[in-house]
């Protein structure tokens, strides 16, 4: 157990809903992660929080929504996706750059997608 | 050429046997580097951290080249329980940025 949550584990939507992703993580970090994982290809990076700020968004579609509360919770709020957004999305946490140099990422379980 | 490359695999490796495999990285100025596991359908996990010349954690042992760029992962004496993908991650310049390997495939054969 990573110490790092993500609900729902599996998720199956129409390209007309929406719908959100919820991570939470227990680790007393700062800083959390939303990554996309398509087969076969690398994490790619979406969106980057740091003390609820957002400080880095990928180039991502406005599809996706990203909401942060606090350094705990993190959520991706999904509207009118593509097939081609079907994937494996990945939420991480880790200490922030107010912590070592060497910042390390801790990963929920994931949430698979899947848009019909 | 990619910030980050690894040979996808799979190398397939009979138990008790010992398999090596590279990640070569781009960025020169990278001070630090991950090997992390992921098993079909799950989740990466961190398996080490490599700051320096190297790292060794039981019968996996990671090694830094600098002046070529590369950073590889060595299984010894394998088990089943380590068939998995294995991803090489490189920090970049912006905080909060890794640039994560598409993934080396071991399959450890009985």
């Known amino acids: 157990e990573t110490g790092v949550t993500q609900t729902p584990r599996h998720l199956v939507m129409g390209m007309t809903n929406k719908k959100s992703l919820k991570c939470e993580q227990h680790l007393g970090h700062n800083a959390m992660y939303w990554y996309k994982q398509s087969a076969k290809k690398p994490l790619e990076l979406m969106f980057v929080y740091n003390f609820k700020e957002q400080t880095e968004n990928n180039s991502v579609p406005s599809r996706f929504s990203p909401e942060c509360p606090n350094s705990s919770h993190l959520f991706l709020h999904l509207h009118t996706l593509q097939p081609e957004d079907s994937a494996l999305y990945l939420c991480a946490s880790s200490q922030g750059p107010q912590g070592l140099s060497t910042d390390t990422q801790y990963f929920g379980p994931g949430t698979r997608l899947t848009v019909l | 050429r990619k910030e980050v490359e690894q040979d996808p695999g799979p190398f397939n490796v009979p138990e008790g046997a010992t398999v090596a495999f590279n990640c070569t990285y781009s960025?020169?100025?990278?001070?630090?580097f991950f090997w992390y596991r992921q098993d079909c359908r799950k989740e990466p996990k961190l398996l080490m951290s490599v700051y320096s010349s190297g790292n060794e954690d039981g019968r996996f042992t990671a090694q830094l080249n600098r002046a070529s760029q590369y950073i590889s992962l060595l299984i010894r004496d394998s088990k089943l329980s380590d068939s998995a993908t294995y991803l090489c991650?490189?920090?970049?310049?912006?905080?909060?940025?890794?640039?994560f390997g598409a993934g080396t495939q071991v399959v450890v054969t009985p």
């Open positions: 991650v490189v920090p970049t310049d912006s905080w909060g940025k890794f640039q």
């Open positions: 960025n020169s100025a990278s001070q630090s």
